[in-house]
Nanobody
């Protein structure tokens, strides 16, 4: 089992920045892949970015590329999503996910070896 706890959400003005954290605990994390998803009000859950915990390789969706940076710190067993130049359309609940493959980390699936946090709310508004 892996437990994921997101933090860092809040209210930010358009053009501002915010860093989300996903603290992981439980089984060995070195072979896991982590992803961030978001769900805006009235919409489905959308993939944002993913990272290999071992290599640090990353993958971003189109809306996140060039504005968001995903990183991990093995010492603290956490992954961080740095978000810049935020727009009102970035308003959503952001979820952290862990899986055994990059595909799992990028997919809205709920298998036995896939783990989700409870989310943190980001509101971009003036």
């Amino acid at each position: 089992q892996v437990q994921l706890v997101e933090s860092g959400g809040g209210l930010v003005q358009p053009g501002g920045s915010l860093t989300l954290s996903c603290a992981a605990s439980g089984r060995t994390l070195g072979d896991l892949y982590f992803g961030w998803f978001r769900q805006a009000p009235g919409k489905g859950r959308e993939f944002v970015a993913a990272i290999s915990y071992t290599s640090g390789s990353t993958w971003y969706n189109t809306s996140a590329k060039d504005r968001f940076i995903l990183s991990r710190t093995p010492i603290k067993t956490a992954v961080y999503l740095q978000m810049g130049n935020l727009k009102p359309e970035d308003t959503a609940v952001y979820y952290c996910k862990a899986g055994m493959t990059f595909v799992q980390a990028m997919s809205e699936t709920y298998g036995a070896t896939e783990y989700w946090g409870k989310g943190t709310l980001v509101t971009v508004s003036s």
